[in-house]
Structure formats: C-alpha cells, structure tokens
Antibody, heavy 120, light 105 residues
Framework: QVQLVQSGAELKKPGASVKVSCKASGYTFTDYYIYWVRQAPGQGLEWVAWISPKSGGTHYAQKFLGRVTVTRDTSLTTAYMEFSSLRSDDTAVFYC?????????????WGQGTVVIVSS | DIQMTQSPSSVSASVGDRVTITCRASQGITNWLVWYQQKPGKAPKLLIYAASSLQSGVPSRFAGSGSGTEFTLTINNLQPEDSATYYCQQANSFSFGQGTKLEIK
C-alpha cells in the first residue's frame, strides 16, 4: 500500500542540525510532490517546503528560508528535510506528505511524524 | 501571503448535531481550499479538497462548500469519532487556518 515512513525521534542541542527522512513506498516516487509540515507542541500546522522528486526542484516558506533544505534520493525513494541552527522554539513534530495527484497542493498521504526536540 | 482565518476556534456539540466551521481567505482563492482532520498524536487526514470534493473513504456526513474568500466545512449527524481538530488550508500558498477544536459532549 501507499505509505510514507519517517525516521525516528531526535534530540538536538541548540545550534545543531537535524535531518529527517521520509521513505516512500507503494507508488512511483517521482510522480508526486512531497511536502513538509511543522507542528509545534499544542499548535497548528505550518507548511515548511516542497520538493519535486522528479526534478529535484524545491520551494520554501519564507519563514524557513536559509535554515531548511529539502532533498531526495530517487534510488532510495526517500525525501529528506534538513533543519539547521536549531533553537528551542523549533521543537516540533515534522510531517512529510504526498500530493494527491501530482502537484495539486493537496496533502493526501502523510507520514507518521518525526518528533524533534531541541534542548540543551 | 494569503491569510486563512477559521472560526470558531473551538466548538462543542452533541452526537447527532450539525456543526459548521468557517474559513475565510484574505483574498480570493477560487476553490483552492482543502480541509483536514487531526486527532491527538496522529497525522492530519485529508477530508475535502477543491473546496467541495469529498476524499475517498471519508463519510458523506462531511461536506465542504464555498468559493472565493468564504468556505465552510459542515459535519452532519455528528459522531463520537468526529472529535478532532479541523484545519483549512489554502492550496496555493499552502497557508493553514489556525484550527477548530471540535468536542463531542
């Protein structure tokens, strides 16, 4: 079945970087955009970035420009999100999500989420 | 950026009731509006896309409507499992509303 499986929880110190992976299976990886979404504890959803697995093209929310990099490895059908210069207020759950039909900005399939805790 | 404003921020209703959640866009977005349901500790779930199209597998008691700047999510015949937080999302700039927490009495 179609699924996205994310890497496990991370505990990082302020100033460090974290790289979260999102392994896709059950469909043609290059046919659907992958999105990344952040949710701070008790807060709402916040779009972070998207990547086209086919071209490698990316787009970032203005808020995260310069601190987030999304990449993919088509041979591993895996997308990655690297978040640098972490601060305590970056503590959040990060989700990857797959588009519904390609690039419609509709997040149909979601990963289980990766908890990133930033603490000294 | 287009801002999305949801109301109410929370609502409490009984089994069998009808609930309406509103989402307003700061400028016209035609029908580029998506609704998600999120339960505690879980990833969001797609309910409605293109403002009014029901996602496969979602019960027909969920309905979306609207276009331009004002949109609604209506849940008819409320069920206990509908207790969740609901988010709208503008499917162009990806901005989300702040969420509406639905409690079943």
């Amino acid at each position: 079945q179609v699924q996205l499986v994310q890497s496990g929880a991370e505990l990082k110190k302020p100033g460090a970087s974290v790289k979260v992976s999102c392994k896709a299976s059950g469909y043609t990886f290059t046919d659907y955009y992958i999105y990344w979404v952040r949710q701070a504890p008790g807060q709402g959803l916040e779009w972070v970035a998207w990547i086209s697995p086919k071209s490698g093209g990316t787009h970032y929310a203005q808020k995260f420009l310069g601190r987030v990099t999304v990449t993919r490895d088509t041979s591993l059908t895996t997308a990655y999100m690297e978040f640098s210069s972490l601060r305590s207020d970056d503590t959040a759950v990060f989700y990857c999500a797959r588009d519904k039909t390609g690039y419609t900005s509709t997040f149909e399939i979601w990963g289980q989420g990766t908890v990133v805790i930033v603490s000294s | 950026d287009i801002q999305m404003t949801q109301s109410p921020s929370s609502v409490s209703a009984s089994v069998g009731d009808r609930v309406t959640i509103t989402c307003r866009a700061s400028q016209g977005i035609t029908n580029w509006l998506v609704w998600y349901q999120q339960k505690p500790g879980k990833a969001p779930k797609l309910l409605i896309y293109a403002a009014s199209s029901l996602q496969s597998g979602v019960p027909s008691r969920f309905a979306g409507s609207g276009s331009g700047t004002e949109f609604t999510l209506t849940i008819n015949n409320l069920q206990p499992e509908d207790s969740a937080t609901y988010y709208c999302q503008q499917a162009n700039s990806f901005s989300f509303g702040q969420g509406t927490k639905l409690e079943i009495k």
